[in-house]
């Protein structure tokens, strides 16, 4: 299913976009993959941006339509798609784990990032616009982003573009599969057990208020929780707290 359509574009201000405009004109297939040699305008979550040199990571979006999946469980299509590139990273580095929500660490270093846009129509999922952008074989990243890192800065090695698409697409589909079967449970604990700093004291901001705390799980509707010095559990949405 994902991976089954693929339509490449040189250059692009970002493929959640194009996916979005296309859609209003016409339909596209489900699983199918909008790729970019060059995203001028890519986007991270909230209002930052993801820095790619042209030609050399994965930047695409996968146009899913998971209107079975219910409502209350949206957090879980977060979690697959987190689960399908952890999936695949795992073949070629360890310590692979996901800082909530849903960006892709080795080690304490970012080498992917998601962005999935949501549309509801009668109470059901109509669409969802899943953009990923992987880090695989630039080696220098000029941007302020604090601590990015690429497959090659950490195997030394070169990867074939084409080829890494079509494997991610294929662990991508795999995890979304156990998404639409409603497969919540096993999306959950697979999801939990690689979730970045889980039980590491670290320290965390809140509003206006640092405080010391250790990542305990997430809850079904993907709020964090993060177990104060004081024996505190607290939920925490997303921008609610940051990693400090």
């Not at 909008?34 to 146009?63: D, H, M, P």
């Not at 996901?98 to 846009?117: A, R």
């Not at 990015?148 to 080829?163: A, D, I, R």
Request: aromatic share 10%.
């Amino acid at each position: 299913m994902i991976g089954s359509t693929v339509i490449h574009l040189d250059i692009v201000d970002s493929t959640n976009n194009y996916a979005a405009k296309e859609l209003l004109t016409k339909s596209l297939n489900e699983g199918t993959i909008i790729v970019a040699a060059c995203q001028k305008a890519g986007r991270g979550t909230g209002l930052a941006s993801w820095e790619s040199a042209e030609g050399l990571n994965l930047t695409f979006t996968a146009v899913l339509y998971p209107s079975n999946v219910a409502l209350s469980q949206q957090f879980s299509i977060s979690q697959a798609i987190s689960l399908g590139v952890s999936d695949y990273l795992s073949r070629f580095v360890t310590d692979v784990t996901v800082k909530w929500p849903n960006d892709i660490y080795v080690n304490d270093k970012k080498i992917g990032g998601i962005l999935i846009e949501t549309a509801i129509t009668g109470g059901k999922f109509s669409r969802a616009l899943v953009g990923i952008g992987l880090n695989i074989n630039q080696e220098v990243f000029v941007s302020d982003a604090p601590n990015p890192v690429s497959l090659k800065n950490l195997t030394g090695k070169t990867y074939e573009l084409s080829q890494m698409l079509t494997d991610l697409c294929n662990c991508l589909d795999n995890r979304y599969r156990s998404l639409i079967r409603g497969d919540y449970f096993i999306l959950q604990h697979d999801y939990g057990k690689l979730l970045y700093r889980k039980g590491i004291w670290a320290k965390y901001n809140s509003g206006e208020t640092d405080f010391e705390g250790r990542i305990i799980g997430v809850e079904v509707d993907g709020r964090l929780q993060i177990e104060t010095r004081m024996g505190e559990v607290r939920g925490f949405y997303f921008k609610e707290v940051t990693f400090k």
